[in-house]
């Protein structure tokens, strides 16, 4: 199995910036894709921005310009840069990965909570 643990998350005024960070640990894995989510109160889950093992990259369009996501294969680690944060933006984000242990498996972290003040 593989296990997530996130961090970076806090309070930080609008038009602040925060970095998130995943970083994945386990046994014989290997990471494939890795997304960040995002779920804010009365609201389903909707994906932020993911990343493949390749360096494709694809984000939503609400973060477009403002947000960068980037990974260390090395470190099988996932980062989330926020910059021009607004309070829409609050919500608990997941880190989600694909990985191969041996089969094709997917693990989710169990979230930070990132909160925009007016």
């Known amino acids: 199995q593989v296990q997530l643990v996130e961090s970076g998350g806090g309070l930080v005024q609008a038009g602040g910036s925060l970095r998130l960070s995943c970083a994945a640990s386990?046994?014989?894995?290997?990471?494939?894709?890795m997304r960040w989510y995002r779920q804010a109160p009365g609201k389903q889950r909707e994906l932020v921005a993911g990343?493949?093992?390749?360096?494709?990259?694809n984000y939503a369009d609400s973060v477009k310009g403002r947000f960068t996501i980037s990974r260390d294969n090395a470190k099988n680690t996932v980062y989330l840069q926020m910059n021009s944060l607004k309070p829409e933006d609050t919500a608990v984000y997941y880190c989600?990965?694909?990985?191969?242990?041996?089969?094709?498996?997917?693990?989710w972290g169990q979230g930070t909570q990132v909160t925009v003040s007016s």
């Open positions: 386990g046994s014989r894995f290997s990471i494939n894709n």
């Open positions: 990343i493949a093992r390749g360096g494709s990259i």
């Open positions: 989600n990965v694909d990985f191969w242990s041996p089969i094709l498996r997917n693990s």
